[in-house]
């Protein structure tokens, strides 16, 4: 392969996970645009050099696989199911925080007793035969019933699983499930212990494209940059306030005794230059977790905050991305 070539990004095509896809990116300020919706390429400009293809899920784990693209956003569990056993595909970042589910076994609610994998173990031991179980996911649902010691015969699955056990092509499933209620709707119950793979969308990478191309490398320490930076930040706010105060060192004793206004290293204080003589106040400038604003706004009240202004938090960048360091030294293994 040509060393000046485009790295290129797969996104899923259809479904929850492409939405999902696209309106994380453009949150993390990575927006994909596309010149025609038809079409299946598309680029990101913030990110010159960077070709976004769209694909099926499952798709774009075989793609990155055999390095036909570089990166990919998907599911953790067609990464799980399709990954292969090379150490070809490196999941550079698990947990997006988006296209939630979970692999799981899902049995009729007419099995009493079943309820766990102890007792679905005993269910298949009084039978004549093995379980038939219907699923998409044959390699990750084979690895967790050897695991758990019961006998079974997989059953491919076409379209939607849920009907199986009452069709009788299958005696249970394993499926991925969100909110659960398909499973209700059809009378099935999850098994309280039988999640195969929790699964959310996750950034992953071609581990040759890594080693071999610098380009790609540089690519994969943006991605983290921007993603890992948008990620710490939508937790957090940024508050503003004015306060009286001797010095800085004065005001920030104060605000250290409190629980909620430390910032993440400490707060930014500066004085305040008013029309008439200063007497002592200062601007305090900290970044709160948005579920404790509440309690820090008390707090800041209560050592004689003012002027409070809360504003949202774009990024908050680290020296170097964590997962990027992680990276790396995976490479190296």
Avoid at 69 to 79: A, E, N
Wanted: aromatic residues 6%; charged residues 20%.
């Amino acid at each position: 392969m040509p060393a000046n070539r485009n790295i290129r990004l797969s996104l899923p095509s259809n479904g929850r996970l492409q939405q999902g896809a696209l309106d994380f990116l453009s949150a993390a300020g990575l927006t994909v645009l596309k010149q025609n919706p038809r079409q299946y390429q598309a680029e990101i400009p913030v990110l010159p050099g960077l070709s976004v293809l769209f694909q099926r899920a499952g798709d774009i784990v075989v793609s990155a696989r055999q390095g036909s693209v570089d990166f990919g956003v998907t599911g953790l569990d067609v990464i799980e199911e399709k990954r292969g056993e090379n150490g070809d595909v490196l999941v550079l970042h698990d947990a997006l925080g988006f296209g939630h589910c979970a692999l799981t076994l899902a049995v009729p609610e007419t099995w009493e007793g079943v309820s766990d994998m102890a007792s679905l173990r005993a269910f298949s031991a009084s039978r004549s035969r093995p379980l038939r179980v219907a699923t998409k996911f044959p390699v990750l649902t084979e690895r967790f019933l050897n695991r758990h010691g019961i006998p079974h015969i997989l059953i491919a699955g076409e379209g939607a699983l849920e009907a199986a056990p009452a069709i009788g092509y299958a005696d249970l499933i394993s499926d991925l499930v969100s909110s659960g209620q398909t499973l209700q709707d059809n009378r099935l119950r999850p098994l309280a212990d039988g999640v195969i793979q929790p699964s959310q969308a996750a950034l992953i990478a071609n581990r040759k494209a890594l080693q071999n191309f610098p380009q790609a490398l540089e690519m994969a320490r943006r991605l983290l940059e921007y993603i890992e930076a948008h990620l710490r930040a939508k937790d957090n706010l940024m508050v503003i306030a004015n306060m009286r105060g001797e010095s800085p060192e004065a005001i920030a004793q104060k605000m250290f005794a409190q629980t909620s206004v430390g910032g993440l290293q400490g707060p930014t204080i500066s004085p305040i230059i008013t029309r008439e003589s200063n007497r002592g106040w200062h601007s305090i400038t900290v970044v709160v977790r948005r579920d404790h604003l509440p309690q820090a706004i008390g707090e800041l009240r209560a050592i004689g905050g003012s002027g409070i202004v809360v504003l949202p938090v774009t990024y908050i960048f680290e020296e170097e991305p964590p997962r990027y360091t992680a990276m790396l030294a995976e490479l190296k293994r």
